[in-house]
């Protein structure tokens, strides 16, 4: 939403394009939980809240695409993420891994699912700052999504006033980038995609939280790292292997950076290598366990 630049800005530094050496995690965040539904909720819209795949949530539910949900019934949810290594303070987003994460001091305060750029409509990489906060935000349709919608035949809107059919939710919190920005949706279930064009959206209940934990000046990084690797104090590996929609990588350079890393770190013998080449190969989006003592060890392949 609200677009006029559609390339990466000038001056960003290879540590913000993802093209420095990966570092190693040492947090992991989500994994098994319940999710008990309310009114007028859909499979789609909680599996985009949680940033798990709607196939994988149907499966360990053993529900169809389809099937009814009644309020108060629960669901079991697994979407461990891998914390991308950053700076301590401010908003870190990895487009990739369609994720949002706020560190205050060092220490993660939140960690939400975004929708992001589409290929054709890449979000920004680099070094920003929140320039502007709205709440309740009127959208001034940017002349190339107006010139879009005329392609598309669809009626074009030059503006749309706040309330339930605008497109940036309750809040906006603009960047230093004209045009971007970071804000809710009226949308829920597209969340944990790449569709917006070129903004980070959030669901709705997270943006406003967003807005209330940010102020003009706090620090936003957006970076695009396809994989990411964390060990845990208990010795526990993880490594999560993310789409690459603005194809900036194989899995044959993933994997030879995976090697360099764990060999920099002295993990080389403690790392299942067909389960990790096998995750870099259809990447899920999620974490997973790649030590030996795993509970995939072993395995040549991965389920889909």
């Known amino acids: 939403m609200l677009l006029w630049l559609v ?16 570092e190693l995690s040492r947090q992991v965040v989500g994994g098994p939980a319940r999710h008990c539904v309310r009114s007028g909720e859909t499979l789609l819209a909680i599996a985009a809240r949680y940033g798990e795949p709607l196939a994988r949530l149907l499966r360990d539910n053993g529900l169809r695409a389809g099937s009814p949900l009644r309020p108060g019934q629960c669901l079991r949810i697994d979407n461990p993420q891998v914390v991308p290594p950053g700076p301590p303070d401010g908003v870190l987003i990895n487009l990739p891994q369609r994720m949002l994460f706020l560190r205050r001091e ?3 305060e939140a960690a939400w699912p975004v929708a992001v750029g589409r290929a054709d409509w890449p979000t920004p990489l680099g ?4 320039a502007q906060m709205r709440r309740d935000p009127v959208w001034h349709v940017p002349p190339s999504i107006q010139e879009e919608m005329r392609r598309e035949g669809k009626p074009v809107l030059r503006e749309v006033p706040n309330g339930p059919d605008n497109p940036l939710g309750h809040a906006w919190i603009g960047l230093d980038a004209v045009g971007y920005g970071i804000h ?3 949308a829920p279930a597209s969340i944990h995609s790449f569709r917006t064009h070129g903004c980070i959206r959030l669901d709705d209940d997270h943006a406003s939280e967003l807005f209330r934990a940010v102020r003009p000046g706090t620090a936003v990084h957006i970076v695009y790292r396809t994989w990411l690797l964390a060990e845990l ?3 526990q590996l993880w490594l999560q292997a993310n789409p690459d ?12 950076a995976l090697r360099e890393l764990a060999a920099r770190q002295g993990l080389q013998a403690r790392i299942d ?3 990790a080449q096998g995750l870099l190969q259809s990447p899920q989006g999620l974490a997973e366990r790649i030590d030996l003592a ?11």
């Open 7 to 22: 390339c990466v800005l000038p001056g960003v530094s290879r540590a913000a394009t993802g093209d420095a050496p990966a």
């Open 106 to 108: 060092g220490r993660l």
């Open 127 to 130: 070094r920003f700052r929140v």
């Open 184 to 186: 809710g949706t009226n």
């Open 233 to 235: 104090p208990e010795g």
């Open 245 to 256: 929609p603005y194809h900036r990588s194989s899995p044959g350079a993933e994997l030879g």
């Open 273 to 275: 290598w067909p389960l």
């Open 294 to 304: 795993g509970p995939q060890a072993g395995q040549q392949s991965v389920e889909p």
